[in-house]
């Protein structure tokens, strides 16, 4: 049985605390919140504190705050015979300040207040300083997802740069083509066949392989007609994008 | 029963006759190929020509060229009786040339060669001159798919526009999380998880909605971390998209 606490009151603390709780093989003994308000609604399901000189004894400490708090709130858990980690994608390892073990349990996907999360959908990424502390984290993974892979912190900031791509700026991409379709009075919901299928496409497909349309096929005659339908902002986007693309697939 | 005839051998059309040859109700009597090759695999479908001379007669021509084809190809279609309609999300309904009927018969989807459709999944845009034939596109359709749109040919043009947004710009931005990932060796499906999760998350959210992410935070730290580890390819298009993001959620 491993013992785990949680610290943090925002989505990634709350989601972790739901489905830790459902297992048999982990034991959530306690979750901190700074403003335990937050969290009230979970008091069924474990103890509750909004003081880290309570903290219980734990195993694990995982602490799901926002990037700059990690350093202070890790400096202030006492406990030096456990293992303390962050969920973040963005901070390193040594963000964390505790005397003792650190590692980092991050997994990658972004969460909504709102809406129910599948853990065995989410890739959990995980980095510790020695083996033994990284099979506790791969059990703690284990218990409640699917899909583990050790990531240190210099690829975490990678992937986390490339999730910016993939999720932030794609989600940008369905704001302009939003703002167009609401624009010329069509319905934004006829392209949500097509988003789905750009995004399953390149699950069987490299997004290299996948890429078709005009800036592909160097259409000038299409790309001038879209181009008088855009904003100049949209139009900026356009160019650039079209230009990256017809940069002979090269790595960018 | 409507008669119908597929002129064209590429993805469109092939997914089409594919389709149609299932239906009840309609009668697939013809497909036409310039270069028969593409095509003969559907011999036990339909009967084939390369010889438009020899179009068998039919109620609706459903013309699936590449774009600068339409006019050539419907001029040449003398058929005075019919509807002829094209399948371009680019092309307005004056591109037909032909001497009666027009229409525009646009599935909004990406088809790739290997790939089964499900045309349930796919939206179908229809315009014609008069409600007899949007009728009669409307049947069509339905025999084979279920969402249906009347969409005007300046509706139309900034769809497609809107398309290139979500699907090969957004399909750029995986490629380029991709080539972030495999510069820092780290496996890109990592990041499947969260491709579809961004799609499946503005079927219930808007993308304005939706947005997250060190850009919308104005997270100065994470933006120049990330940065740092780009291409100068790469820092320009992260630089403008944030930029964009950042433009206080306007229409832009």
Redesign the interface.
Known sequence: MIRIAIIGGGNVAIHLAKAFSKTKDISLVQMYARNSQQITHLKHLVTITNNLDLLATADVYIIAVS??AIAKVSEKIDKKNSLIVHTSG?ASLNTLKNNGRKGVFYP???F?KDKEVNFD???F?LETENKEDFKTLEKLAKSIGK?I?P?NS??R???????????????????????????????FE??????????????TL???E???????RN?Q??IL??LT???K??Q???Q??TK??Q?NGE??
């Open positions: 990037d700059d963005s990658l996907q972004s909504s959908e989410i890739p990424c899909k892979y990531i210099k690829q900031k990678s992937l986390h740069a490339a999730a910016v791509f993939v999720n932030n700026f794609t989600n940008h991409m369905y704001k302009i083509g939003a703002d167009i379709c609401e624009e010329y009075q069509v319905p006829v392209l949500h066949p097509l988003i789905k299928e750009t995004a399953q496409k390149i699950t490299s997004p290299k996948s890429q078709t349309g005009p800036a592909k259409d005659e299409t007609n879209h339908l855009l904003t902002e949209q900026k986007i356009y650039l994008i990256s693309i940069n790595k960018l």
